[in-house]
C-alpha cells in the first residue's frame, strides 16, 4: 500500500525549531522525488521544499536558510525530514508531505508558530 503519514507538528513559539518527519511506504518512492508543502489558513497550498532521489534539495525563498529538507532510505520505507529553524509566525500552516509528481500526498500536520 502506498502512503504518507506526517507527524511531527505542534505549537512552538516565535524563533523555535520543530522537525516533521513523513514516513513513506511503497517501493516507489525509493526512486521519487519528495515534496513539502503548506496551506495557511485563507490561503492557497504553496510548495516549500524539495528533496530528489539523489539527496539534492530546493527551498522557497521564504523558508530557505531556515528549513532543511532531508531524506533516509530503507527498504520500501522513505522517511523524509523537515528541520525548521527560527520559526516565525507567518510559518503557521498546515504541512503536506507529498511526492507531487505521482500524485500522492499525507494527510498533513499543523504547525503553530505563536508571537
Known amino acids: 500500500q502506498v502512503q504518507l503519514v506526517e507527524s511531527g507538528g505542534g505549537l512552538v513559539q516565535a524563533g523555535g525549531s520543530l522537525r516533521l518527519s513523513c514516513a513513506a511506504s511503497?517501493?516507489?518512492?525509493?526512486?521519487?522525488?519528495m515534496d513539502w508543502y503548506r496551506q495557511a489558513p485563507g490561503k492557497q497550498r504553496e510548495w516549500v521544499a524539495t528533496?530528489?532521489?539523489?539527496?539534492?534539495?530546493?527551498?522557497a525563498n521564504s523558508v530557505k536558510d531556515r528549513f532543511t529538507i532531508s531524506r533516509a532510505d530503507a527498504g520500501n520505507t522513505v522517511t523524509v525530514s523537515l528541520q525548521m529553524n527560527s520559526l516565525k509566525p507567518e510559518d503557521t500552516a498546515v504541512y503536506y508531505c507529498?511526492?507531487?509528481?505521482?500524485?500522492?500526498w499525507g494527510q498533513g500536520t499543523q504547525v503553530t508558530v505563536s508571537s
Open positions: 507529498a511526492a507531487f509528481s505521482l500524485g500522492v
Open positions: 511503497g517501493s516507489i518512492f525509493s526512486t521519487n522525488t
Open positions: 528533496i530528489t532521489s539523489g539527496g539534492s534539495t530546493k527551498y
